[in-house]
């Protein structure tokens, strides 16, 4: 049988699927399972590694072409010259190896982030030497979860002596759901830049993703006829459940419900709400992903994470419907948060 041949307009696809890259990822995949997922990480000679930086090689280039230079004119000065740098070089190596050595790495459990929006990461760096260490980078391994962008910035600092400092890393998830954080490189090349020591460190926390709310979606969905509800409910208009509706204008102010208007004031947003006394525990509101009245699935999820937001500014009870899941209806901040979990991995 004849292979199927690439189509010849992705040569993207043709390069994932190249012998080279297929060997990259297998040795990539063979190095990740030799580190172990850990949040605090303390760096020993056993997983700190050294080598020569560019201007290391020239350098040692140049100590080459110097002794070479001395031996054949009989430079006293030269002989001194060369061995001076020299050891200056190798000094500068073990500065730098001892600038990584000895030093633990803690990430802090990252709080969960809408999609379309950059997590960060809170490492702590702690150091029990009595002298500082400087020049320190954090950054996140490239290529490592093709469902995550990075944008290989390097996050800088200097530790004190028996002190800690924090830096905060950003990297950005492609999708939805719980991710896993990406490989982290911590790097340095003090003091002379001629040797670069790094150290990779895979952390054991996860991110969670939530999807990201739809920029201007479409008033709340009607409320529904409760279970046990006594009577015969009917919708009264959009937003009308659980005693409360839309404020409308010529609504009396006693019927304003002000402790929720001074709770969507003091967030920024206009939203009032005025009591419905026949509608008062008679309706509740759902939101129902297969009602969210779009073709997509990822647009109706979308949707129906700004109705949740939406809701929870208001202070309404909800209730909500994913696919293969139900969460009845209630409000306030764990609420919110077990909702949008469930949005994020339905």
Not at 109 to 119: D, I, R, V, W
Not at 195 to 215: G, I
Not at 239 to 256: M, W
Request: net charge positive.
């Amino acid at each position: 049988m004849a292979a199927t041949a690439p189509p010849p307009s992705a040569p993207g696809w043709l390069a994932r699927w190249s012998p080279a890259a297929a060997l990259r990822r297998r040795f990539r995949a063979w190095w990740q399972g030799r580190l172990k997922p850990t949040d605090t990480l303390e760096l020993t000679q056993r997983n700190v590694y050294i080598l020569p930086t560019g201007p290391g090689w020239m350098l040692a280039v140049t100590l080459v072409v110097l002794l070479i230079a001395s031996i054949n004119f009989q430079l006293n000065l030269g002989y001194l010259f060369t061995f001076m740098l020299a050891g200056s070089a190798v000094i500068g190596m073990h500065i730098s190896h001892a600038t990584l050595r000895g030093l633990t790495l803690h990430l802090k459990q990252p709080q969960p982030q809408f999609m379309g929006s950059s997590a960060a990461l809170e490492v702590q760096l702690t150091s029990q030497r009595s002298t500082p260490r400087y020049g320190i980078g954090i950054a996140v391994h490239g290529g490592d979860d093709p469902s995550t962008h990075a944008d290989h910035h390097w996050a800088w600092t200097d530790v004190p002596a028996q002190g800690q400092a924090v830096v905060h890393i950003a990297f950005q998830p492609r999708r939805r759901g719980l991710h896993t954080v990406p490989t982290l490189t911590a790097e340095t090349r003090f003091p002379l830049g001629t040797f670069r020591v790094w150290a990779y460190w895979r952390p054991a926390a996860q991110l969670l993703v939530y999807p990201s709310p739809e920029s201007a979606p479409p008033p709340l969905p009607a409320g529904e006829p409760r279970a046990a509800g006594k009577g015969h409910a009917t919708s009264q208009g959009i937003g009308e459940f659980d005693g409360v509706r839309a404020y409308r204008r010529g609504d009396p102010l006693k019927l304003v419900v002000w402790k929720k208007a001074a709770k969507s004031l003091g967030s920024g947003a206009d939203d009032l709400v005025s009591r419905d006394a026949q509608q008062s525990h008679r309706q509740e509101l759902w939101l129902d992903v297969a009602h969210a009245q779009l073709p997509d699935l990822e647009a109706r999820i979308s949707r129906v994470t700004a109705w949740v937001l939406q809701a929870d500014r208001l202070g309404l009870d909800y209730g909500l419907r994913v696919p293969g899941r139900e969460i009845p209806p209630a409000n306030g901040a764990a609420h919110r948060a077990q909702c949008l979990e469930a949005l994020a991995l339905c």
